[in-house]
Nanobody, 127 residues
Framework: QVELAESGGGPAQPGGSLRLSCAAS????????MGWYRQAPGTEREMVAT?????????TYANFVKGRFTISRDNAANTVFLQMNNLKPEDTAIYFC???????????????????WGRGTQFFVSS
């Protein structure tokens, strides 16, 4: 079983900063990609940023966070971070950690590639 646990949500002011963390735990073989998605009330979940294990330069960002958010990961700690600066009220959402993870199949133990999600952490950007 693989689990992703987010932390770091809370209140923030416009122009402020927050840092989210997500740690993977459980029985897995390798974490290929980790990322952050968000979902505001009444909207669909959308990608915020992703980072590949095999190259820290292999990052992707949604246009609405470029220049403000930075994703990074600590491979040894199986953790991904999202540094968020210059926050805007429209950044208010539940932020979900995402991982594309290789793990032993529960059927026969062979390697299997699956997508996992954390439960989400919420923060509010308001003055």
């Amino acid at each position: 079983q693989v689990e992703l646990a987010e932390s770091g949500g809370g209140p923030a002011q416009p122009g402020g900063s927050l840092r989210l963390s997500c740690a993977a735990s459980g029985n897995f073989l390798d974490i290929e990609t980790m990322g952050w998605y968000r979902q505001a009330p009444g909207t669909e979940r959308e990608m915020v940023a992703t980072v590949s294990k095999y190259s820290v330069r292999n990052t992707t960002y949604a246009n609405f966070v470029k220049g403000r958010f930075t994703i990074s990961r600590d491979n040894a700690a199986n953790t991904v971070f999202l540094q968020m600066n210059n926050l805007k009220p429209e950044d208010t959402a539940i932020y979900f950690c995402n991982g594309i993870i290789w793990h032993p199949s529960t059927y026969n133990g062979s390697p299997k590639r699956s997508t996992f999600w954390g439960r989400g952490t919420q923060f509010f950007v308001s003055s």
